[in-house]
């Protein structure tokens, strides 16, 4: 997905043709996303917050950013990048990292948790509220 303005910027500049090998799609809502996410070879973005998401979806990413409040997904996930041609050399890096790259991302944890903290926060107000005598215990 291409954000409008990220589109405008780049036809401004000219640089329309770098466009010409990449499957350009319009913006997406964020189930999309992460749907597509999942199966992407890389994603480059300048979002702090996909630096989360990958490392839940175990996909590699260039951040394009001159600094970032999310320092530990760059520990093997993601390669900040100012902009620039230093994109491209990301890229291809992590690109010619291939399916063992992805599978390597794929058996490391999320340095922000594991995706299930709604579902521990959900028992322990369970077990809470039982210890109370308000609900039955859950088994």
Known sequence: PLHPR????IEAAGLLPLLDGLTVLPPAG???????????ALIVSDSGGIQEETTVLGRPLVVVRRSTE???SLTDFADLVTPGPGIGTAARRRLA?????L?????????????????RIAGLLRDLV????GLPARS
């Open 6 to 9: 990220t589109r405008a910027r």
């Open 30 to 40: 964020y189930g999309t996303f992460l749907a597509l996410a999942r199966h992407a």
């Open 130 to 133: 039982a210890e109370r005598g």
């Open 97 to 101: 990292e291939g399916g063992l790259g």
């Open 70 to 72: 999310r320092p530990e």
């Open 103 to 119: 599978r390597r991302l794929g058996t490391l944890p999320s340095p922000y948790g594991d995706g299930t903290a709604s579902h």
